[in-house]
């Protein structure tokens, strides 16, 4: 039996092919399209599960209450390191340093010139032993403990080739880290999966960071708190997170002074929650995924999948009408409902197979473009364990929504009326039905093509607004601030300078805008108490406004050879402190933290100082030679690729000893908001796959309509009615049913991408152009799909169109 099945349902299949390959191919495109967003969403959704104790690890972090509003930070003092192991003494702690873009250097001995050199931006930290105890990693050669000796260092296999040609020969091999400390490879570690956020590649003992804090700028006091500093916590069983919370708020107040024990309150972050929490950043991860995104990306990938089951509904009915004499003879020569039931059932279940196997085809041809809309490893594999369970799950769901209400229809066609071909719209649910259906898949449509447009708005103000200083063709350079390197520094500058397609050098701690979160509290105008909140630092030399173009309000910069300490400000800072103008400010002093008082020089308008999701902060910018490890060099954009080539080869030149890791400020600040446009182009991506979609689902209640209406349009023909007049009678129904959906549409668009938008201080608005432009876009989308049909219908012979009846 169920082998006739099977042939009767290939058979049909084969007889109507028009109905078939447009069914296969909806089905193909939305099941291929929740395949790949499932493969994003599961990729992001494994974060570090691999980990044996995973429930049980958190990260000990902060939220700091001040007068402008609540920050958040990953971050620790030094001495909270060794005060939580001495409070909490039933608990195993791992504290890490991580050095981002980290320069290593390779050399066959301590004594010898450097033979290699290699930057890596991520993946290299120092690290108590204790680390290894909680992450679990394969060894391949030696152990966690060499991390208790200083001249130690593990790196992972693939780091260990790149640096020695095979992890083999790494073992007791030397490198130098920073330029600072000569280190020997004791231990390899297998490669981390690319679902963890503690991508190791390069461990050295936490001790060799305790040497060297003065180096990366780390003070060991509880008055400094850096990001890159962090301490992990393994819970024991029988302590649970929050008992260990109300410890932490009493370990605030017996180390910290009264004042900051107020505002600052030390709680657990779990792991399972460290890779989605935008509140903080990653340990080492490159990336934190908001759950509203995961979020967003399984509802595209239920509303895809749901089109395409509307589609699959519509054309099934629409085709039911020309085979209803079929059901009728089956009837009469003694099928039962439930045998036609399941010959139904089996057709949809081959339909939807044909589906998957193409799905799966143009999943495969997708994949390696995947990287370029989410952040995915570039050799994600398509086959695995979950994504098979995946297609399975999704073929049983779209076989049961997709099939049992047409196989309920046709087996319930009574079979005189069958017979006599005298089925009608009621007969198979009505129209009705399939407008209600076509109206809720335009409302999607319209739901992503509002929110394509707005993304891509938003993303297009990014990228043209005006961040308070010119960021175009400015090469940025990361050297170091070690004693030799500053000593170079202003021999570099003014050899650039006699360079003609050098306009401009500066240098500085970082660039006008960055992930720096450099801040102090702060007195101002000889005050002894400091105020509630705090202000961001930037340190630059005095060609900084120049090589940046920032403008003055008041005042005027400081100079180069500057021996007070003068200092300009924003004037973000001249309306925090409640100042009308900022004339007023110039000539007042400011002291910085615990140092000394500095007069105000200048104010400078407004700059982005980080990403346009942040407001504004007030800023003072102030000289320190010691900070000067970074150069921006403002080149002319005539011969440019020339004069960036001299730029990198003066560096070189200049700092052997340094690998040159230049970048240009454009680029770095495009990195800001790679989610977001990567967001931009899913909507444009799937809006388009609804939108086709949408067109098909359109085409088969047109279908349907033309089928039950063609002795009306013979009739009407003959009568005299133009074609004119017939595609209006078509097409005008369809507008009815599109401005439902918009009005549908709208409210859930505008809740959705309004809450989207106020992640960004700097945003556009909801201008009701961005709706109106959906709903054209719909209903010439929807014209051209009906036109055809319409035209086609009013196109045909009169006698014919009779006949057939």
Aim: charge should be positive.
């Amino acid at each position: 039996m169920i082998k006739n099945y099977i042939k009767i349902a290939w058979r049909n299949i084969i007889r109507h092919k028009a109905f078939s390959i447009i069914n296969i191919a909806g089905l193909a495109i939305g099941i291929a399209a929740c395949l790949l967003i499932f493969l994003i969403v599961d990729f992001e959704l494994s974060f570090d599960k691999f980990q044996p104790q995973y429930s049980k690890i958190y990260r000990v972090v902060n939220e700091q209450k001040r007068g402008d509003g609540i920050s958040y930070s990953d971050g620790i003092p030094v001495p909270m390191s060794p005060a939580l192991k001495a409070d909490f003494p039933d608990a195993l702690f791992a504290t890490i340093y991580t050095s981002y873009g980290s320069q290593v250097t390779i050399s066959e001995n301590a004594n010898t010139d450097a033979t290699k050199k290699f930057v890596e931006p991520m993946g290299v930290l120092f690290a108590e032993a204790n680390l290894f105890k909680m992450f679990k990693f394969n060894w391949l050669a030696g152990s966690a403990d060499v991390l208790n000796n200083p001249g130690n260092v593990i790196i992972d296999k693939t780091t260990a080739g790149k640096y020695f040609g095979d992890w083999k020969n790494a073992i007791g091999k030397l490198i130098k880290l920073d330029n600072l400390i000569t280190l020997k490879v004791s231990g390899i570690i297998d490669d981390a999966p690319a679902n963890t956020d503690m991508p190791l590649k390069v461990i050295a003992s936490y001790k060799n960071f305790k040497d060297n804090m003065a180096a990366y700028d780390i003070e060991d006091s509880w008055g400094n708190n850096s990001s890159s500093h962090q301490v992990f916590m393994l819970l024991n069983e029988g302590q649970t997170k929050n008992a260990v919370n109300k410890r932490l708020k009493i370990f605030g107040a017996k180390h910290y002074s009264q004042k900051k024990a107020t505002a600052i309150t030390h709680f657990l972050q779990p792991l399972a929650e460290m890779h989605f929490d935008s509140r903080f950043g990653n340990a080492l991860g490159d990336h934190v995924t908001s759950k509203a995104t995961i979020r967003t990306l399984s509802l595209i990938a239920m509303l895809i999948i749901a089109m395409a089951s509307i589609n699959f509904i519509n054309l099934s009915t629409a085709q039911s009408v020309k085979r209803s004499k079929e059901v009728g003879i089956r009837k009469v020569l003694g099928s039962s409902r439930m045998q036609l039931v399941k010959q139904s059932i089996g057709e949809t279940t081959l339909i939807v197979l044909f589906s998957v196997m193409m799905a799966i085809g143009i999943a495969f041809l997708a994949l390696p473009y995947l990287k370029n809309i989410a952040s995915v490893p570039d050799d994600m594999a398509l086959f695995t364990s979950s994504s098979m369970i995946f297609l399975v799950v999704i073929a049983v769901v779209v076989i049961v929504i997709s099939g049992l209400y047409p196989a309920l229809v046709v087996s319930g066609f009574k079979p005189v009326l069958a017979i006599k071909n005298k089925i009608t719209a009621a007969s198979v649910g009505g129209v009705s039905l399939r407008r209600v259906l076509v109206v809720t898949q335009f409302a999607i449509s319209q739901l992503l093509i509002i929110g394509t447009i707005v993304a891509v708005k938003q993303m297009g103000f990014i990228n043209s607004a005006d961040l308070g200083f010119n960021k175009s063709a400015v090469l940025v350079i990361p050297g170091s601030t070690d004693s030799i390197s500053l000593k170079k520094s202003e021999s570099f500058k003014q050899e650039m300078l006699q360079n003609p397609g050098v306009k401009a050098v500066t240098f500085m701690s970082d660039q006008p805008s960055s992930d720096n979160n450099w801040s102090t509290n702060f007195y101002y105008d000889n005050s002894t108490i400091d105020k509630d909140y705090q202000t961001s630092l930037k340190f630059a030399d005095a060609d900084y406004f120049k090589t940046f173009e920032l403008h003055f309000k008041a005042g005027h910069p400081y100079t180069a050879n500057d021996s007070i300490g003068n200092i300009v400000v924003n004037e973000t800072f001249v309306h925090k402190l409640g100042l009308k103008s900022a004339e007023q400010i110039i000539g007042k002093t400011v002291r910085l933290g615990g140092g000394k008082w500095r007069t105000v020089v200048g104010v400078v308008e407004d700059f982005k100082t980080n990403s346009l999701r942040d407001a504004i902060r007030p800023i003072v910018l102030l000289q320190n030679k010691a900070q000067f490890g970074v150069v921006a060099v403002k080149i002319n954009t005539a011969n440019f690729k020339t004069t960036v080539s001299q730029v990198q080869s003066k560096w070189e030149k200049t700092y052997p000893e340094y690998a040159y890791k230049g970048y240009f400020l454009d680029e770095n600040i495009a990195d800001f908001y790679k989610q977001e446009n990567q967001l931009a182009l899913i909507y444009k991506i799937f809006a388009g796959i609804a939108i086709f979609i949408s067109c098909l689902g359109l085409y088969g209640l047109i279908s349907f309509i033309v089928v039950q209406r063609t002795k009306e349009v013979g009739v009407r023909k003959v009568l005299g009615a133009s074609v004119s007049s017939i595609v209006l009678m078509f097409s005008k129904e369809f507008i009815l049913l599109i401005s439902i959906s918009f009005l549908i549409a709208t409210p859930a668009a505008y809740y959705m991408m309004n809450r989207w938008l106020q992640s960004f201080v700097f945003r556009i608005p909801l201008s009701a152009w961005i709706f109106i432009l959906s709903v054209v876009m719909s209903l010439i989308v929807a014209w051209l799909t009906v036109g055809y049909k319409a035209v086609k219908a009013a196109l045909a012979n009169p006698v014919t169109s009779l006949r057939s009846e």
